[in-house]
């Protein structure tokens, strides 16, 4: 058994893969922070508009009875999207 929570989680972190492997993930961790604190304020703002997402898309699944014009809509909806997340760095066409 292992002595301290350190210990018990070093040894625990992915299981039974090599310890090399184990090490690459942990470093890539370290080098890529900043995604990762990216990736946290992205879940944190989707998860605040959960409501309003789901109004949303709820609307446009239950209101709109053509395939092509709901698939347009969902490029439109998805380039939309995209405007906003042109500030972080996730902005495209």
């Known amino acids: 058994m292992c002595g301290s929570m350190a210990q018990a989680f070093a040894h625990n972190f992915l299981g039974h893969s090599p310890r090399w492997y ?3 993930i942990v470093g ?3 080098i890529n922070f900043a995604v990762i604190l990216l990736l946290m304020f ?3 703002g989707i998860y605040l508009m959960k409501d309003l997402l789901l109004f ?3 609307r446009l699944l239950l ?3 053509s395939k092509a014009i709901l ?4 490029c439109f ?4 999207c995209r405007r906003f997340a042109a500030g972080t760095g996730g902005g495209g066409w």
Do not use: D, H
Request: charged share 15%; with cysteine.
């Open 71 to 74: 698939a347009l809509m969902f």
């Open 22 to 24: 184990k090490l690459c």
């Open 28 to 30: 890539f961790l370290i």
């Open 77 to 80: 909806c998805r380039r939309f």
């Open 42 to 44: 992205m879940v944190a």
């Open 63 to 65: 209101g709109v009875r």
């Open 56 to 58: 949303v898309f709820s």
